[in-house]
């Protein structure tokens, strides 16, 4: 704006590694790559159904493909990403929805407890149908 | 020297430097001193020609936000013996320019906080002459904290995201439009919401969480975004689903 | 951006932002300048805890409020000053409540108030501890909602334009570029605030460096009673952070040594377990600070090193309630002094705090120079007399600061000339900063000349004086001024030198501390917070009258006295603890 009376003002830009520097930044930064993982399981997801609507044999070959060494360690590595981005979007949860009761806000604790609740149990009935059903 | 302590001190003079470097001083530490009073000492009696800022030296004013051994502080609010034997690292507040030394420019936070519309809006004025508004101690206590908010920036300075994406609000000016929003007298929330989901604003919080783990007041930022975020992805849903309610 | 305004402020505190808002509200096509050396929301309105004083019970009346600040000032407020002040004080606090101001409040939604020191009768409205902070930050937030107000954030003013008896505008350097530049305006209001860094023990924020006073002064406008500095009662010894009087007027006791309210022995009452108004840790502050001295006589007082103290017990009143209406002590206790006030004693000494004195105006903020007008702690109305009531300053910045306001935008309105010659004396002062002000090492250190004032000042203008103190320190003072002359300056940078700014501060203090010390040691009389050891009684026959100290042009001081405007409240004895 007043060129002569305005040195330049010393900018640092962010390191590379910015996000090496504290456990909070990697966890930030392993969130937003979790969205690579979760594309890759909806691509999984895909392709299995496309397998079972291809016959028998099709659903065969998918699940020994599946079953390679490789694809294992793709999809374990694949889920522990979604139950880290699950556990922080729950921690996340009472950040975001401020509850309040006669008045008086829920505590955090507590909204964060029902949604690993309501996680719990969606996960068992699933497993029910799955498993026993 | 055991009853001193090195302050290496960020210094950057924009006549000459092109980079920071670091200059080191050796200072008393007596336990009830903040590393505010070190640099005091510096520049009382070592070298007058360090710039900083500093005002209340009571936590209460927000000046004197620097960088202390990489973490984001109040330099009024924390103990040099905390970090002795040291050396302590004093540099100016993170994803600010540096204007010299240890002073940064916050032209940027004021322009953002300016557009978050900062002020109690009203359709209607009250007239003075029918009294206060009513307002519950619980009513009170919905907003209280998001007020608490010294603009002391140390929440800007702990994002990535602020240093990383210029359009990013930040946390401190999104609180402080939460701070209106969630009290019972404002009627511009509307207002606001344009404001910031219109800027691509909120939606560049990712929830790192560290704004709310350096604020001195206890103010909350990452949680003030993450409930502003779900107030705005309610009304999109609602204007997507309803769209004879318009806007 | 343009040079010229209508109407231009120094300081961004409570009073020039309120100021402000009212220039805007009531005329939009009038262009303010706010000038203020740091961030508006940076300014010392900010440290302030207690609250703002404006009658709103039905069990309460203006006449009493008007009558307690007129006997907690010990007679020296201008009676129809103070009458105006009561009655236009509880609007300005619901104005900031309709702005938005988070006031605490009653279960039913209605605005609370708390007792406070030298007050017959609830009054203080308060936001928790905090009070000046929401205040500050309030008023800051709604002036961003006007065009016409235009911000010059961390630009120092060192010189006010004068031309004929009439204010054209400042000179003022900007602190991130170096840059300086003549502001000039229709008219200039001073809302800069106090002057207690004049002191070493100060609850005062580093900013405060009677920088209003020194120009007014320097100008031609005269000065008013710069003798009464109000000492705390309660500060932290080292920081001197204070420790809001609301900490009493919640039920805290003030002990000594032995664990006795010693507030009995002089005059204040008797204890109560329950905080009982005007009387005992309720007395007004100048009372309970002179009783702090006469402790320390008595062997009475705890030593530190930090010096002798007392204590302050909250511990009765429970952790609930210290949670709900004191937090800011308890944070500040536990941060600052590593003390819980729920479980343990606060160590607390008398600590310099205001300054009732200032630049002399009238009730609407003008001082004797034409275009120039002061509002705040920077101005002397007087509505705070001998010694102010808490809680009275946070309504006196909105008050005179919208008063102020409302002056000034007519008289800019209504004079719209200009100066040619005052363009002059700007260049002459450009010429004078960069030749005063560049490196030079062959002087002392501005930190040790700055020392030596604050020592002269506390031994001298404290608690108690006498004249021979007293003129000694002018002695001192009158030195320091010469050898201020050729003090270091070791940086040459133009940007953000805060060196220059801080030797441009020391002199503001040196012409500050020689008014104060020229001001008691004419005042041969003790009333309210100035003490002479040596005429230890009130003399209403020479001294109900306000000090007034001019500058002649030679540098010295010229003191004169002006009446003390009576209304209805003739002066009487003041009686606490009845």
Redesign the interface.
Known sequence: M?T?????????P?STY??L??R??L??IL??VSSVFIAWLVVFLMLLVRAVGRGDASYQQFLDWSARPLLVVLNIVSLSFVVFHAI?WFN?AP????VYVR???VPGHLIAASNYLAWAVASGLVAWLVLGG | MNDRITMQVAR?L??G?A??SYQEYEVPYPREWVVLDGLNYIKDRLDGSLSYRWSCRMGICGSCGMTVN?EPKLTCATFLADYAPGPVRIEPL?NF???RDLVV?TGDFMRKLTSVKPWLIREEEKPLSEGEHLQTP?EL?QYKQYSMCINCMLCCAAC?VY??DSEFVGPAAIALAQRYNLDGRDQGSKLRLDVLSDHEGIWGC?????CS?VCPENV?P??AI??Y??TAAMDSLKSFLMPWRGS | MSNHHDVLLVGGGGAGLRAAIEIAETNSHLSIAVVSKVYPMRSHTVSAEGGAAGVIRDDDSLDEHAYDTISGGDWLCDQDSVEMFVEEAPRELLRLEHSGCPWSREPDGQIAVRAFGGMKNKRTWFAADKTGFHMLHTLFQTSLKYKSVVRYDEWFVTKLLVDDGRVYGVVAI?LM???IEAITAGAVILCTGGCGRVFPFTTNANIKNGDGMSLAYRAGAPLADMEFIQYHPTGLPFTGILITEATRAEGGYLINKNGDRYLQDYGLGKPEPKPVLRSMELGPRDRLSQAFVKEVEKGHAVDTDFGPVVHLDLRHLGEELINRKLPFVRELCLKYENIDPVTELIPVRPVVHYMMGGVHTDMNGATSLAGLYAAGEVACVSINGANRLGSNSLSEILVFGARAGRAAAEYASSHTDTSTAVLAQAADERNRLQQRFTRKRSGERIADLRDEMQKTMEQSAGIYRSGESLSQAADTLHELQDRFASVTIEDDS??FNTERISALELAYMLDVAETIVNSALRREESRGAHQRTDFPARDDKRYLAHTLIHREPDGSCRVEYLPVTITRWPPAERIYGT
């Not at chain 1, 002569?4 to 640092?12: D, L």
């Not at chain 1, 950040?95 to 401020?98: R, S």
């Not at chain 2, 990712?206 to 560290?210: A, D, R």
């Open positions: 007043y002569n009376y305005h040195p330049r003002w010393h900018r640092k962010m910015w996000w520097e504290r909070s930044y966890a930030f969130r937003e922080t996340l950040k975001a929805m401020v008045q008086r806000p | 950057y924009p006549e430097d980079e920071l990489g993170q320019p540096v204007i420019d619980a206590d990535p240093g990383l990712t929830f790192v969480g560290e783990k909350d990452a949680g993450q409930r975020k779900l | 900007e570029s170096g840059r133009r940007t």
